[in-house]
């Protein structure tokens, strides 16, 4: 099968065992822009059938990860569709009934080995140096040692019959036929003693009753993608378009791993990602448009999204270029805008209101554009923003005191600037660095030891947005009152004649 653009159906099929991360959010943005691109539809499918996996709710968690980066799917859990429902524990009786059916054809049969004996025969494979799998005793049985089983009543599990020899191709779109012998392939678990399906036979019913015509998933499902395809031939199913995506890599080229920052996708939302910029980031890994084109709204991504340009190598998690594309996408937003997304930020460090006024909405957005071209995260504004809202008490001589200066010369210094500003005719920014420029020459200093003597005094640190939109957004007074805290940290001083 070939892309086409008739509408298609994808779908996100998480097991819930925890969060979404960044590469399976990746998986649930190229199906989520194919199924755009083509004026189908994207199913989210809640594979809970691994109980012993199962995590009380992390359902709630991967929907909750997945809608606040603005994707939501046309048919699953919450809104229902024409195939529902969208969650497999609730679709076991579907299970057993195509089951039923290829045990009848001969394509499955029930196995009674036991857990010990299945140990057993993998621990003298190992010791004959063979490859581990079941050695298919049951699979070879009389139909009178079959019948005995039955009536016995022991616990089974129901296997696929494999084909014992010629190949199985899988037809992938990004790497074209890709074959396995069928001698290298064990017969797999369908159905298991708990009577839970496991994931391929699950995932291969739901997805021809869901009609879903491309499954797209990680690269690591090809090693088992030869049992999928051969169920598919045990049914006599036309097969979806196959498309196994490359792996999103480490900075060391290795598979993204925690140590990696492979983490929750809500980790980087929490921190002050948008999600239109991981959206934009994430899109482009893997997959292009051209050479050049990198900043792309969702309409656009929408658009030019096809699946020929995706890659068949993995592609790098580079942090530096997602820090780029966050930035762009603060510098697009509008001071009203940036203070909405911040509030929270600075609620959490108790700098305003759990519920902002509307005084504090209005200090807030009069501070954002002093960081609005330099923030990167959203998280990182209340330390940048603090010192608006809170007034420094200590000071550390050595960051007070410039490295050429000592402390007599710089309490002159501080009290001079003092006397300046406070006589300044407006409290404006151009007054304000008039009024300091014209004092370096004055008192004979260079320019970064005053201004950073300054810096200090009113801001505590060394680092702060612009110095004089910072004093003029402090206002006259507090600037005032800082300077002269300040300056008495370093001992009472004449301002000279």
Known sequence: MTQNEQPARTRFAPSPTGYVHIGSMRTVIFNWLWAKHTGGRFLLRIEDTDRNRYVEGAEEQLKESIRRMGIEWDEGPDVGGPFAPYKQSERLALYHTYAEELLGKGHFYKCWCTPERLKQVNEEKQARKEPPGYDRRCRKLSAEERAAQEASGKPHVIRMAVPLDGETVVNDLIRGPIRFQNALQNDPVMIKSDGFPTYGMAAIVDDHEMQITHVMRADEWIATSPLHVLLYQCFGWEQPVWVHLPNVLGPDGKKLSKRHGDTSITDYLDKGYLPEALLNFLALIGWGYDETTEIMTRDELIERFTLDRISPSGGVLNIEKLNKFNGIYIRQMTPAELTEQLLPYLAEAGLVSAEPTAAERARVEELVPLIHERLVVLSEAPELLRLFFET??????????????????????????????????????????????????????KVGDLFMAIRVATTGSKVSPPLFETLHALGRDETLARLERATASLGSVSAGP
């Open 392 to 445: 420094p008490t200590t000071y550390d001589q050595a960051l007070l005191v410039p490295k050429k200066l000592d402390a007599v010369t710089t309490a002159q210094a501080l009290t001079t600037a003092t006397a300046a500003l406070r006589d300044a005719p407006e409290w404006e920014v151009a007054t304000i660095e008039a009024r300091l420029r014209a004092l370096t020459e004055e008192l004979g200093l």
